[in-house]
DNA sequence: GACCTGCTGCGGCTTG
């Protein structure tokens, strides 16, 4: 494959010193090199998949049109730092240029981009959505001559609402372009392939690019019990002492945990006089502070240290190898947990090592079904919107903006044309439109659609380029020093300590109209208050952890612990004498109360927990337990049941309902708020919902009930 | 008890 690339390329590689190209690589050049094919490339972390897009890319394109030629997207500006300089790097040797183009990006090489329009371009969705609605005169002098968009983690898209975002700006770049662009999209964790070619928005012409090559992997599972809010301090001990020597990463579920953890492991460290390069790592932490982590990770060579994160740290940014990952509790999906493994054991010949921690024994089967759904080579597939009206919205605003006005006829010819709406229905969209007109979102003068009174307030916005929602936080300010910002709760008082940044503080001053907090260093605080909601947890987790529950085989990386608790739980689950594992599910009787464990996935658990509501029966419901627990016997949840079934014929007339009655519930979508009432409803059963499931589980579920004595 | 992601243009200021 060698020959196929230009010699500047192959010149590189030889100065690289590269033995062999990597099969992704080698497929690569092949299909992009002799075809025109759109392509997926599938391959586990650190293998060269931006190399295997690039160096066939680079090889094939001719520069010298006045155009970006290339355009790449990432989701995160982290890693479209970090790949600037490998991009670049690449690119010196045939003189392209390279430029970065996101919200902290030099705006003099943007300008100076616009002039001379050339070369690479790195660039977020948001950004080119801004670009789009803002001068899209821009846009067209910059892409008219695009030849390939390549998008990097291209999973975190795919059925995510900046997926189907993404696909309307590259219909809409489309448009702009005097012929078609080539898209390739690089993962290693996509679970659903016809969703990935999807992206590309010509699935017939995408042809996916696998290589199943997995890294050899070592794990261990312990099991410290919880039995406070705080995670026990024998566990701190024992993760303390396995992390001591090594460069880790650990992955608790939250930020607050996160804290918890950096804070404690430096107190223990401090104690012994072990190292003192212990840090977090999320969200709520200032961007500089994160920055100067990742280059310590990526710089240090010969010191140990521990970063405990949040999935911050999950996707592609280079920040060297780690020699150990830690996952203190279960992940929610397969696809994260091979990303944090994808971080341990890049090098070649190395083994990546996985240390889990259980604090319950729900999040230890939890572990081990994904552990073993992992092994499977199982990755969830997404949750598919085939109707995204939020994001048809906020995209006929973009539109409206975008064309500087248009008619009906024209909004609609582009709605139409648009691979991300394809499955929407002219009414639906006429029914959208009536509801922006209503809301003077949009307004009709002499036949011309407009930004309305009320619009100007929503697209004049920044937060108008993204489709996901922010809650409005604190900035968190030691003197001058910025150290992060975190949503406001009644915790954050005058004289309250708190953790963050992995140091303690304690609050002088909280100020609500700048909505600044001043701390100073203290001893003792508390871990900081979230207000988050987890993830959605997949149903064939689930199915698998009622599986692990009535097998007996044994789990050679368990410690004793875990090997007593499995066992004991086991037995508690063997006296249910489950058959069917797609059928049967356990009911515990229990002192006139009936717990049923659904052993489902989050959102069939969501309806099923709303379908109880509306029949008047208020159960105890448990996310983790995955049970809903009733006051009664057999006879009474059986006739739940049947009650719920029987409401589900009249779910339009309740959901409209909760919609009118409940306004709040919309606000899983950042844009549904503005939609008219049947087109909620609709979402609500698409994207929040799922009542086909519900409805399923409820028609087939046979109870196996044991009394408990 | 619960993840994450991004951000324009312009006016007004300082600085070289």
Redesign the pocket.
């Known amino acids: 494959m060698f020959e196929l690339l230009s010699e500047p390329v192959r010149k590189y590689i030889r100065d690289k010193r590269w033995e062999s190209l990597r099969p992704i690589q080698a497929a690569a050049i092949e299909k992009i090199m002799t075809t025109s094919l759109n392509l997926i490339l599938a391959s586990r972390t650190a293998s060269g998949k931006t190399e295997a897009a690039f160096l066939p890319i680079l090889s094939k394109v001719d520069f010298a049109q006045p155009s970006v030629q290339v355009l790449y997207i990432s ?5 479209i730092n970090d790949q600037f300089t490998r991009i670049e790097d690449l690119c010196a040797y045939l003189d392209v240029s390279v430029t970065k ?5 030099s ?1 003099a090489r943007k300008k100076n981009l616009v002039k001379n329009p050339n070369g690479v371009l790195l ?5 080119l ?3 789009l609605v ?2 899209p005169y ?1 846009a067209k002098t910059l892409f008219s001559g695009l030849k390939y968009v390549v998008i990097d983690e291209i999973h ?1 898209f795919i059925g ?1 609402d ?1 997926g189907i975002q993404l696909k309307s700006i590259l219909s809409r770049l489309q448009y702009l372009n005097t012929h078609t662009f080539v898209v390739v999209g690089l993962s290693a964790t996509i679970g659903d392939y016809t969703e990935a070619k999807k992206m590309t928005g010509d699935p017939d012409h995408t042809k996916v690019l696998l290589d199943r090559t997995a890294k050899e992997m070592e794990a261990n599972f312990k099991y410290f019990k919880m039995e406070a ?1 705080d995670l026990p301090l024998a566990l701190m001990k024992d993760l303390y002492l396995n992390t001591m020597a090594n460069k880790v990463l650990i992955f ?7 804290e918890e953890i950096a804070v404690k492991l430096k107190k223990i460290s401090d104690k012994v006089n072990g190292h003192s390069n212990y840090f977090s790592h ?3 932490i200032d961007k500089e502070l994160r920055e100067y982590i990742e280059h310590f990770a990526k710089t240090n060579v010969r010191f140990p240290f521990a970063i405990s994160c ?3 740290l ?1 996707l592609g940014i280079d920040i060297g190898s780690v020699d150990k990952v830690v996952q203190v509790d279960a992940t ?1 999906s397969i696809s ?1 947990l091979i990303q944090r493994i994808g971080r341990s054991g890049r090098r070649d010949g190395e083994v990546s090592k996985l240390l889990f921690y259980a604090t319950d024994k729900w999040n230890l089967l939890q572990s081990l079904a994904c552990f073993d759904l992992y092994k499977e080579g199982f990755i969830e597939p997404v949750n598919v919107i085939r109707q995204p009206f939020d994001i048809l919205l906020h995209q006929m605003l973009a539109y409206v903006k975008q064309l500087s006005g248009c008619t009906r006829a024209m909004l609609w010819e582009r709605v139409r044309e648009n691979y991300a709406f394809d499955q929407v229905a002219e009414q639906d969209f006429d029914a959208i439109l009536t509801q922006l007109l209503e809301k003077d979102l949009l307004e009709l003068i002499g036949g011309e659609l407009i930004i309305g009174v009320e619009g100007e307030w929503v697209v ?7 489709v ?3 809650e409005p936080a604190y900035k968190v300010l030691n003197y001058d020093k910025p150290i992060g910002e975190i949503p406001f709760s009644p915790q954050l008082n005058e004289d309250e300590n708190l953790l963050l940044a992995a140091r303690i503080w304690k609050i002088i001053e909280v100020d609500h109209t700048a909505k600044k907090i001043s701390v100073i260093p203290a001893k003792d605080g508390k871990k900081p ?8 947890l997949h149903p064939k987790i689930r199915e698998r952890m009622l599986q692990l529950l009535t097998e007996s085989e044994e789990i050679p990386e368990l410690d004793e612990t875990s090997i007593d608790i499995l066992r004991e739980f086991r037995s508690e689950f063997r006296n249910y004498r489950i058959e069917s594992l797609e059928d049967d599910r356990p009911a515990l009787l229990k002192e006139g109360t009936i717990q049923l464990y659904s052993f489902h996935g989050t959102r069939v658990n969501k309806s099923l927990h709303f379908l109880f509501d509306l029949i008047g029966q208020e159960s105890n419901y ?3 337990t995955s049970s809903f627990t009733f006051t009664g016997g057999k006879a009474e949840l059986l006739s739940f049941i049947a009650e719920a079934i029987q409401i589900l014929e009249d779910i339009d007339f309740h959901l409209e309902n909760i919609v009118l009655t409940k306004p709040s519930i919309m606000e899983f979508s950042k844009w549904g708020h503005f939609l008219p009432l049947q087109l909620k409803c609709r979402l609500l059963n698409d994207k929040y919902f799922d009542f086909y499931g519900a409805r399923d589980f409820l028609d087939r579920v046979s109870l196996v009930v044991i009394e408990f004595e």
């Not at 183009?101 to 990006?105: I, P």
């Not at 660039?123 to 950004?127: D, L």
């Not at 608790?252 to 996160?258: E, H, I, Q, T, V």
């Open positions: 989701p995160l500006i982290a890693l183009w996101h919200g902290e990006a705006q660039i977020t969705p948001e950004s959505e801004a670009m803002n001068a821009n975190s995510a900046r809010a608790p579920n939250s930020r607050g945990r996160a999320h969200s709520s949040t999935s911050t999950e929610y994260s004049n916005n920044k937060d108008f380029y993204s996901f929602k922010t208050i979230f207000s988050g909601s987890g993830a959605d448990l996310e983790q």
